[in-house]
C-alpha cells in the first residue's frame, strides 16, 4: 500500500490557526532550519572546530567536549549535511537532525527573567556572554541553550520534547505575556 | 548532598543535571582473579561516612563522565574531575 508522507511540524498542533501579533516578549518557532550535530574523532577537536567555524553562515552550538550542534538558516538540510561532509569528511562524524530537533527562538526584554524560571544556569550578560552556548536542563528537558543576541536566546530541544516544553515556555512566560509563532 | 558541582567544561551546574554512578576507587580485578576478589569488586560497596570519590554522569549537559571528589557529610566538594583525565592520570 502506497501512503502520502506528510511532513509536518513537532509543533503544528500548538501553534494552529491565524498567527496573532508578537507581543514584546515572544517566543518564535523555527519553520525548517537545517540543524546537524558533529562529533569529532579522538584528538581532532580543535581541527574540526577551526574547520567549522572558518565558515560565517554556520551557527555552532557547543554541547561538550568535541561535539557540537551546527545551526544554518540558509542551507536546505540536504545542502548542509554536503557541507558538513566537505568541511570535515574524515575527521568527524556528521548526523542530521533537522527534523529531530526543534528550534525555539526567545526574546525580549524579560527573557532572562522567563528562562531564569526553569534553568540553573547564570544568564547575567556578563556571565553568558554572546554567542556562548551549553547544553543545559530546563525544568526536566535536556535543551541546548544559546544566546544569539543581546535579549535574545535559542534552545534547542529534542523533537519529542518540543510540545512539553512549548507548554513550559509559555507557563513560564504568562506574567510577560508571551506570544508565540513561526518564524516566517 | 553537594549542590552545585563545577563541572570542568559546563561550569558550575545544580546536581539535578547529574546522576551519580558509583564508587570511583575501585580497581577491576584481573581476569584471572578469584572469585572473592570479583564477588568484592562487582557487589560489596561501602557506605562511608566523609571523603568519598565517585563517579558522576553529567547527563544534561556535557553528557561526560566526571570524577567527583566531596564530603558526605559536611557537603563540600574537594574536586571534580573529567573521567579521561582521571584515568590517564592514574595510568601513570
Known amino acids: 500500500m502506497v501512503r502520502d508522507y506528510n511532513n509536518r511540524h513537532a509543533l503544528d498542533q500548538k501553534l494552529r490557526g491565524t498567527p496573532k501579533p508578537a507581543h514584546v516578549d515572544h517566543l518564535e518557532v523555527g519553520h525548517w ?13 580543535a581541527a574540526v572546530q577551526r574547520a567549522l567555524s572558518s565558515t560565517p553562515d554556520l551557527s555552532l552550538r ?51 527573567q522567563i528562562l531564569a524560571k526553569g534553568i540553573g544556569v547564570d544568564l547575567h550578560p556578563a556571565a553568558f556572554a554572546l554567542g556562548g552556548s551549553t547544553n543545559v536542563l530546563c525544568g526536566h528537558i535536556a535543551i541546548n541553550l544559546s544566546r544569539t543576541g543581546e535579549d535574545i536566546f535559542e ?9 512539553s516544553l512549548f507548554e513550559d515556555l509559555m507557563t513560564m512566560g504568562r506574567p510577560f505575556d508571551l506570544s508565540a509563532a513561526f518564524s516566517e | 548532598m ?74 563540600e566538594v574537594y574536586s571534580v574531575v573529567d573521567g579521561a583525565t582521571a584515568a590517564r592520570e592514574a595510568q601513570r
Open chain 1, 62 to 112: 557547543y554541547c561538550g567536549p568535541g561535539e557540537w550542534l551546527v545551526v544554518s538558516q540558509v542551507d536546505t538540510p540536504v545542502g548542509l549535511m554536503r557541507r558538513l561532509d566537505m568541511l570535515c569528511g574524515t575527521q568527524a562524524h556528521v548526523i542530521d537532525q533537522s527534523d529531530g530537533r526543534v528550534l525555539l527562538r526567545l526574546s525580549g526584554p524579560s527573557a532572562r
Open chain 2, 2 to 75: 553537594a549542590s552545585l558541582i563545577t563541572c570542568p567544561h559546563c561550569g558550575v551546574r545544580p546536581k539535578e543535571e547529574f546522576t551519580i554512578r558509583g564508587d570511583a576507587s575501585l580497581v577491576r580485578p584481573a581476569p584471572s582473579a578469584s572469585d572473592e576478589a570479583w564477588h568484592d569488586y562487582v557487589y560489596v560497596r561501602a557506605n562511608p561516612r566523609g571523603r568519598t570519590v565517585e563517579h558522576w554522569h553529567h547527563v544534561a549537559g556535557c553528557r561526560r563522565f566526571l570524577v567527583v571528589e566531596r564530603d558526605t557529610v559536611t557537603h
Open chain 1, 33 to 45: 532550519q537545517a540543524i546537524a550535530t558533529v562529533l569529532a574523532h579522538a584528538g581532532l577537536d
Open chain 1, 155 to 163: 534552545l534547542i530541544v529534542s523533537r519529542s520534547f518540543a510540545e
